[in-house]
C-alpha cells in the first residue's frame, strides 16, 4: 500500500533530498492512562491534510514550496525507553540533515526522545510546551517515560521551559513545576490581554522547541483526545502565540501529539493538519 504523505503535493515537493521540512510520524501509545488511540493519531493527521487549502491567507504563502516530506513513522512498539531511542536516532539523523523536524504523535511520551535529539545540535534551547497537564511526575505506572513525564524528563535536558495552559497537575508534581515558568490556563483567561505572552517570551533561549499536546485546546475544538480537560484554549489563542513566539526567537522543531482519532467526527483530526501547516507558515515566512 502507497504510504500516506503530509499534504500529499506534487512530488518534487515531498522529495527528502531537497525538502526543508520533515515530518516523522510516530504511531505510539504504550503508555496512555484512558482513552487508547493516539497510535492512530499520525494516519488520521496525514490523511486529513490532503484536504487543506495550500495557501496561507495570514502568511499570504505558500509553505509547501519549501519542501514537505512525509518520511518512514517509527515502528518502535515495545517499552517507552526504546521508543524514545528510536525517535531520538531518527530526530538525530533529520537534524544532520539539517531539515526542521516535525513529529505526529502517538501519546507524549514521544516527544523524550525528540528532546534529547535537540540537545546534541543546540548548546542552549528551551522547550515550549502547550497542554492541559504538567506532565511533570517522576515517574508514572512504574516508568519515568511514561506520558505523565514528558516534562520531568524535559527539565533534565534544559531547565529552560515554559509550560503553557495548564490546567491539571498532581501534588506529585510540584516540586518540580517553577512558578515563574508555568502559565495556567485559567490566569491566562482573567488576565484578558496578551502581556502573559511576553512574560513565556522572557523565559525562553533564541531556540526553541515546541511540544503540543492538543488537549491543551478547549474540548469544544478538540474533543478528539484521551484525557480532555475543560476549560482550554482556543485556536486563535494559540495562533496568535506563536506568532509572537516565532518574531521573537528561532524555532528549531515542533511535534503534535494525542490526537486520539473519532471515526465520526473528522473535525479535530483537520485541525491538527491544519494547525501544523499554519505553524510552519509562521515559521517559514519569515
Known amino acids: 500500500m502507497e504510504k500516506t504523505c503530509y499534504g500529499d503535493f506534487e512530488e518534487k515537493y515531498r522529495d527528502y533530498e531537497t525538502a526543508e521540512i520533515a515530518i516523522l510520524p510516530v ?23 490532503p484536504n487543506m487549502e495550500f495557501y496561507d491567507i495570514e502568511t499570504d504563502s505558500e509553505v509547501y514550496t519549501h519542501g514537505i516530506a512525509t518520511l518512514e513513522p517509527v515502528t518502535e512498539d515495545a517499552s517507552p525507553e526504546a521508543m524514545a531511542e528510536e525517535v531520538e536516532r531518527r530526530v538525530d539523523a533529520i537534524l544532520a540533515d539539517k531539515k526542521f523536524p516535525v513529529l505526529l504523535g502517538g501519546e507524549h511520551s514521544v ?3 525528540a528532546f534529547k535529539a535537540i540537545a546534541k545540535h543546540y548548546d542552549t534551547f528551551s522547550i515550549l510546551q502547550l497542554d492541559a497537564h504538567s506532565d ?31 490546567r491539571s497537575t498532581a501534588s506529585e508534581e510540584k516540586h518540580n513545576i517553577e512558578p515563574g ?19 513565556v517570551s522572557q523565559k525562553l533561549h533564541d531556540n526553541v522547541y515546541i511540544t503540543i499536546d492538543l488537549d491543551v485546546l478547549d474540548p469544544a475544538y478538540m474533543p478528539s483526545t484521551g484525557t ?3 476549560d482550554g484554549l482556543t485556536y486563535r489563542e494559540i495562533l496568535n502565540f506563536l506568532k509572537l513566539i516565532n518574531a521573537r526567537h528561532n524555532i528549531i522543531g515542533l511535534d503534535v501529539v494525542e490526537l486520539c482519532p473519532n471515526e465520526v467526527n473528522k473535525a479535530p483530526d483537520f485541525l491538527a493538519a491544519k494547525l501544523i501547516y499554519q505553524i510552519l507558515s509562521i515559521r517559514f515566512k519569515s
Not at 520531568?152 to 534544559?158: D, F, H, S
Not at 515558568?181 to 490581554?193: D, L, P, Q, V
Open 111 to 113: 516527544s523524550i526522545g
Open 228 to 230: 480532555p480537560e475543560p
Open 181 to 199: 515558568r508555568i502559565f495556567y490556563a485559567h490566569e491566562i483567561k482573567e488576565t484578558g490581554n496578551s502581556t502573559w505572552m511576553y512574560e
Open 27 to 49: 504511531p505510539y501509545d504504550g503508555t496512555s492512562t484512558w482513552l487508547k488511540g493516539a497510535d492512530k493519531g499520525p494516519q488520521a493527521i496525514l490523511e486529513a491534510s
Open 136 to 166: 511533570m511526575r517522576d515517574e508514572y505506572e512504574g516508568s519515568p517515560y511514561n506520558h505523565a513525564c514528558v516534562m520531568a524528563r524535559g527539565k533534565e535536558i534544559t531547565e529552560s521551559i515554559a509550560q503553557v495552559g495548564i
